[in-house]
């Protein structure tokens, strides 16, 4: 095997995994998955069937990734973070085949205990802090924080908040990159 699968673990059959990806104790990969090269499943982790995970994917311990979600490459999922999948679940009611998708896009961040209410997707390099519930569509570059989730900032590629000038321009102090703020959306240049 071109990857590493922990004694206690386990993998359904259909899955792709990636060269490279290392899925630690006690987790569950479902049947027919899609899991990208160099990704880390921590402890306890439960990966519903067909769910979808890009290159570099770290999901931390404890984490429940249901079918419908799709995590683009360089995707950070926080320990005991979870998604959901159905809007209005009840368990005499079966709603298998009514799942709502949610895409995390590439590089987006999700704290511990996070909440993402599925049909939200979350954008690019978005930053979702720890303890938040996602409600509604998240921008690429925002920083969202609380319950509902709401967007207090931005933040860099690399993870620090930008802080925009008068020109609507900022510099992450880390990385030099440069971002400009245009119509509400930040993009880097």
């Known amino acids: 095997m071109s990857y590493f699968v922990h004694d206690t673990a386990v993998v359904d059959e259909g899955c792709q ?3 490279g990806t290392k899925i630690w104790h006690f987790s569950h990969v479902m049947p027919n998955c899609e899991i990208g090269e160099r990704c880390n499943i921590g402890q306890n982790v439960v990966i519903s069937p067909e769910v979808i995970l890009g290159k570099n994917v770290k999901v931390q311990n404890n984490v429940s990734i249901y079918t ?5 490459d360089d995707v950070f999922l926080g320990p005991s973070m ?13 709603r298998r085949g009514q799942y709502t998708k949610t895409t995390v896009k590439k590089g987006a961040s999700i704290g511990a205990n996070a909440t993402i ?13 720890a303890g938040t519930v996602v409600t ?10 609380g319950n509902p989730g709401k967007q207090i900032g931005w933040m860099s590629e690399y993870g620090h908040r930008l802080d925009f000038d008068d020109n ?6 880390e990385s030099n990159e440069k971002y ?7 993009r880097k240049v």
Do not use: M, Q
Request: charged share 20%; glycine share 12%.
């Open 82 to 94: 979870v998604f959901t999948n159905v809007i209005n679940p009840r368990s005499g009611v079966n």
């Open 180 to 186: 400009i703020l245009e119509n509400g959306k930040v």
């Open 68 to 72: 419908g979600v799709i995590c683009e």
């Open 168 to 173: 609507n321009e900022a510099i992450c102090e």
């Open 117 to 129: 209410v599925c049909g939200h997707d979350i954008g690019e390099y978005a930053f979702i802090g």
């Open 17 to 19: 995994i990636g060269e």
């Open 136 to 145: 509604k569509e998240v921008p690429a570059y925002a920083l969202i924080v």
